[in-house]
């Protein structure tokens, strides 16, 4: 539901602020612009997202996911029990994790949609608290390489571009912790319905 | 050669390597991984209209200027550089539109200064929480998101304070 109300809300926004400003041709322009790039940018991400989902398939018919899912199994454990009784879905969890330590956003993706579509099974639309954990620990990120950023400050004229790690790391942590911390203090606010 | 070019090449040939020792049909698990992607992708695609139809209507609008002076003075109080703002703004909507608006703060106040500094840790801090939330819910069927956004929101504020402080720890300046 609270996408409801963040989507009605920037859209009527977008409307009063383009009546005030004069904008209103490049807010209708960019509607229209906005719904086609959309389909771009799925199709940009089609042929990732269905490599990534082959690899996931190749690593486990040969046992590696398993193997990564018990690396990850005893935090894992701790963090979202009830999917970790499900072994393809820890399979899936540990990949993704991994795939986003390893700054892998591209992939890890498509592995964490494939564990999504598996804690939802049977809930009837409602979002499991586990699976809330799941997103919102996707919305924070734990990469250890932020490659994307370091190229964009290089490019910016840096001659250190990874000089800013460890302030990355300690910024991730927090935020991290900030995400799990709020996504388990409103959960247990909240009942589940 | 970049180190983070050999990441991917790598772990294909890696997977393949070991599946095939392991006498696992590789390419044809491939293949039918693949052919489970692009179901995934139709289920996306609807999040992904509604989503960017209104992220590029609020940009256009000049609600993000607005905005940005509005939160202007809060972010003094978080020890936040006010020039972030845009940025903090983009961010959890549009991963290209953060990049952008980040290789601007930078060319603008040099990548080494406090500002462009604090840009990029929050850019490597943070995620595109809005693109996340609605693929994986959507992909995955679910209308009630429950406490996913504001969970998600106050991670990524505190990612964004977090980066603020991160840089004057490590490299002082502010």
């Known amino acids: ?193 | 050669m970049n180190l983070s070019s050999l990441v991917i090449p790598v772990l294909l040939s890696a997977v393949a390597v070991y599946g095939l020792g392991k006498r696992v049909d590789v390419y044809g698990a491939l293949t039918h991984g693949a052919e489970e992607g692009l179901t995934v992708l139709l289920r996306i695609v609807p999040a992904l209209v509604g989503l960017l139809t209104a992220v590029s209507m609020f940009r256009a609008s000049g609600a993000m200027e607005w905005l940005s002076a509005l939160f202007a003075p809060a972010l003094g109080l978080l020890g936040i550089p006010p020039e972030t703002a845009p940025l903090m703004l983009v961010r959890p909507v549009s991963g290209n539109g953060a990049l952008a608006v980040a290789s601007d703060l930078m060319a603008s106040h040099g990548p080494d200064s406090y500002v462009g500094r604090v840009a990029a840790v929050m850019l490597g801090s943070t995620e595109t929480t809005f693109y996340t939330i609605a693929v994986y819910f959507g992909s995955a069927g679910i209308h009630k998101t429950r406490h996913t956004v504001p969970a998600a929101l106050a991670a990524d504020l505190t990612g964004f304070a977090a980066a603020a402080l991160a840089v004057r720890l490590f490299f002082g300046g502010g």
């Open chain 1, 1 to 193: 539901m609270e996408m409801a109300w963040v989507w009605t809300g920037m859209v009527t926004l977008s409307l009063v602020f383009g009546l005030l400003s004069g904008n209103l041709d490049a807010v209708a322009n960019a509607a229209l612009e906005g719904a086609r790039s959309a389909i771009e940018l799925s199709l940009s991400m089609a042929g990732i997202l269905c490599l990534w989902s082959g690899v996931m398939e190749i690593m486990n018919a040969c046992g590696l996911s398993a193997g990564l899912a018990r690396l990850f199994r005893p935090l894992l454990r701790r963090l979202l029990p009830n999917a970790c009784r499900d072994e393809e879905t820890l399979a899936a969890v540990s990949a993704n994790v991994s795939a986003n330590l390893l700054g892998l956003g591209n992939a890890a993706t498509p592995l964490g949609i494939r564990a999504a579509r598996r804690m939802a099974r049977g809930c009837g639309g409602v979002a499991s608290n586990e699976l809330c954990l799941l997103v919102v620990l996707n919305t924070a990120s734990i990469q250890l390489l932020p490659a994307t950023i370091a190229s964009v400050r290089a490019a910016a004229g840096c001659a250190a571009p990874f000089d800013i790690l460890p302030a990355v790391w300690l910024a991730s942590a927090l935020s991290v912790t900030a995400g799990l911390l709020a996504a388990w203090l409103l959960s247990h606010g909240r009942a589940e319905r």
